[in-house]
Every structure is written in structure tokens, then in C-alpha cells.
């Protein structure tokens, strides 16, 4: 079956730290991957997606890499600022199939 | 706004009771899911529904029942709440273009938080 496998948390940093969040998964298809962020007290947000190897997800400066010959998903961000303190979540769907299946989760704290 | 609305947003309830958490969507989403949302365990699918008058089970349905009468809404019923249903529900709806469609993906509601006592 499919599975998501993200790195524990939580992850505390300073302002215009780098951050990285790995991601590895596990999937018997040709799975899209998914990186989706939960603000403090609201429901989770698509952040970025990728859905054929080699391909890059981007959005809000986050950026991810689709590696298919290490089954990862890392998400990184070269500079981080205190809104981005959030829980993020890995993701991974099945092109045969339409539900999600999300990794735990890492919870992210950026200090001013 | 548009989007995926969750009644209620909060409710405590005694063990044995029973209730019905409601998902109402207006983008005409065919794709409707419900998920409970647990420390260190991510997000798990409960039940879902493809279409109107269609519900199917997840991964973790049992004590959970839920109906899909109207393509706009989607109900989650408790018939006898127990502790180990304390949790944060998720509902989501999606669009199926198909996953290479740049307009793939879920949009979730923001939770009912329920305690069960």
C-alpha cells in the first residue's frame, strides 16, 4: 500500500533560517506528491505539488523536488519568517486513484 | 468566500451520545472526503464519496457512518461516541481533472474539534 514517511518534529527555528522537512514515501504506483501547510487554528492548504519525476514544486519561496529514484519529497526554504509557523504535511496520491494518503506531519516554529 | 464550510467548529460530548458533523461545499466538487486528525499520526481517512448518493469506506470507518443526499453536502454521524473518538475532523472536497490537471487538489474545511468525555 501507500505510505508517507515524514521527518518528526518539532522543528524550531530563527527568522531567515533554511529550513528542510524530509519526505520519503512509498507507493505501488506512479504516485503525485503533495506538500500542504496548516496554519494555527485552520484546515490544511495545498502548498505545492509535483506529479511526474524530476519535476519541482514551488510556491510561496517553499520548494520541493520530486525524486523518484530515492522516493523523496523534501521540502526546503532558503529564508524563513515567523508566518510560516505552521504544521506541514507530506502527501502522496495514486494517478489510478483520487484520496490522499498524508504523512504525520512537522510542526514548525520560527522565532523573531 | 467559497469553499468547504464544518459545523460545528467545537462540541463536547458524553460517551454513548450521539451526533452528526456536517460538510457543506459550493464549488460543485464531486470528490467529498472526511478525515480525523490525531497527534503524531497525520491525517486518516474515514469515510469518502465520489457523487451524490454514494459514500464508500477509508481507512478507519468504524464507528462512523455518514450519508451524501445532496452533491453539496456531506454528513458524518457518531451513533455512540466513545473516548477514542476524541479528534480533530477534516472535511475536504475535490474536483477530479485528473492528477496532471493544474487544478487538482483537495480544499479542506477548518476542523471540528470534538471531545468525548
Known amino acids: 500500500g501507500n505510505s508517507v514517511t515524514q521527518m518528526e518534529g518539532p522543528v524550531t527555528l530563527s527568522e531567515e533560517a533554511f529550513l528542510t522537512i524530509n519526505c520519503t514515501y512509498t507507493?505501488?504506483?506512479?504516485?503525485?506528491l503533495f506538500w500542504y501547510v496548516q496554519y494555527p487554528g485552520e484546515g490544511l492548504q495545498l502548498l505545492l505539488k509535483?506529479?511526474?519525476?524530476?519535476d519541482k514544486g514551488s510556491n510561496k519561496g517553499f520548494e520541493a523536488t520530486y525524486r523518484k529514484e530515492t522516493t523523496s519529497f523534501h521540502l526546503e526554504k532558503g529564508s524563513v519568517q515567523v508566518s510560516d509557523s505552521a504544521v506541514y504535511f507530506c502527501a502522496l496520491s495514486d494517478r489510478s486513484d483520487y484520496k490522499l494518503s498524508f504523512g504525520a506531519g512537522t510542526t514548525v516554529t520560527v522565532r523573531a | 468566500n467559497a469553499g468547504v464550510t464544518q459545523t460545528p467548529k467545537f462540541r463536547v460530548l458524553k460517551t454513548g451520545q450521539s451526533m452528526t458533523l456536517l460538510c457543506a461545499q459550493d464549488m460543485n466538487h464531486e470528490y467529498m472526503y472526511w478525515y480525523r486528525q490525531d497527534p503524531g499520526m497525520g491525517l486518516r481517512l474515514i469515510h469518502y464519496s465520489v457523487g451524490e448518493g454514494t459514500t464508500a469506506k477509508g481507512e478507519v470507518p468504524d464507528g462512523y457512518n455518514v450519508s451524501r443526499l445532496k452533491k453539496q453536502n456531506f454528513l458524518l454521524g457518531l451513533e455512540s461516541a466513545a473516548p477514542s473518538q476524541t479528534s480533530v475532523y477534516f472535511c475536504?472536497?475535490?474536483?477530479?481533472?485528473?492528477?496532471?490537471?493544474?487544478?487538482?487538489?483537495?480544499?479542506f474545511g477548518s476542523g471540528t474539534r470534538l471531545t468525548v468525555v
Open positions: 475536504a472536497s475535490s474536483y477530479w481533472a485528473g492528477q496532471l490537471s493544474p487544478n487538482y487538489g483537495y480544499t
Open positions: 509535483a506529479t511526474k519525476a524530476d
Open positions: 507507493a505501488t504506483g506512479y504516485p503525485s
